[in-house]
């Protein structure tokens, strides 16, 4: 397996504005997939990982931009606490979170490393691992680096965030009855 030094993977995280089923266009008209990833502040190693990847990325980014990181360089790991209202999303309390995109669809797989075909098996707020790589941009005068979406790992269930769509059979209860009063088989 080859490893870059702008590749990450990370430990336990939760999944937000999951959109890795159906790509969603974009103000340029591009369709992409992504994924919000909040990672716990706990997680220092996750973060270490990250903060090393960006370093490098901004250094191979000096050839995009003149040869030297310009000083409003943004980067895509966020403050939860400060960067949210957290009376909206109070999810995002006590988390680090970025935004990791692709225009191909990642792949999804369980902690058996199988892969997940039910569209509802994987959704905002289940937990997992994300596999990212981080790279500079030059784009409309904006410079930085972006974080690439590779696959997912879902490890757990969780909540499901921001209105989330049910599953039909979570839904409905197995001793119903009609209005006759005959319970359904």
């Given at each position: 397996?080859?490893?870059?030094?702008?590749?990450?993977?990370?430990?336990?995280?939760?999944?937000?504005?999951?959109?890795?089923?159906?790509?969603?266009?974009?103000?340029?008209?591009?369709?992409?997939?992504?994924?919000?990833?909040?990672?716990?502040?706990?997680?220092?190693?996750?973060?270490?990982?990250?903060?090393?990847?960006?370093?490098?990325?901004?250094?191979?980014?000096?050839?995009?931009?003149?040869?030297?990181?310009?000083?409003?360089?943004?980067?895509?790991?966020r403050?939860?606490?400060?960067?949210?209202?957290?009376?909206?999303?109070?999810?995002?309390?006590?988390?680090?979170?970025?935004?990791?995109?692709?225009?191909?669809?990642?792949?999804?797989?369980?902690?058996?490393?199988?892969?997940?075909?039910?569209?509802?098996?994987?959704?905002?707020?289940?937990y997992?691992?994300?596999s990212?790589?981080?790279?500079?941009?030059?784009?409309?005068?904006?410079?930085?680096?972006?974080?690439?979406?590779?696959?997912?790992?879902?490890?757990?269930?969780?909540?499901?965030?921001?209105?989330?769509?049910?599953?039909?059979?979570?839904?409905?209860?197995?001793?119903?009855?009609?209005?006759?009063?005959?319970?359904?088989d």
């Open positions: 397996m080859t490893t870059s030094p702008t590749k990450i993977t990370t430990k336990k995280v939760r999944f937000n504005f999951c959109y890795v089923w159906t790509p969603q266009e974009g103000d340029d008209g591009r369709k992409s997939y992504g994924v919000c990833i909040m990672i716990p502040k706990s997680d220092t190693e996750t973060v270490a990982k990250i903060n090393a990847a960006i370093k490098v990325a901004k250094e191979e980014g000096k050839s995009k931009w003149g040869g030297k990181i310009p000083p409003n360089c943004k980067t895509p790991l403050d939860g606490d400060t960067e949210r209202d957290l009376d909206v999303n109070p999810e995002f309390a006590g988390h680090w979170f970025l935004n990791a995109n692709t225009l191909h669809q990642p792949g999804i797989i369980d902690k058996n490393k199988e892969e997940i075909l039910d569209t509802t098996e994987f959704y905002s707020g289940c997992g691992r994300a990212i790589n981080f790279y500079p941009y030059d784009s409309k005068g904006n410079k930085g680096i972006a974080a690439g979406l590779n696959n997912l790992q879902k490890l757990s269930d969780g909540e499901p965030l921001g209105g989330g769509k049910s599953r039909a059979e979570d839904d409905f209860d197995d001793d119903f009855e009609d209005e006759d009063g005959d319970l359904l």
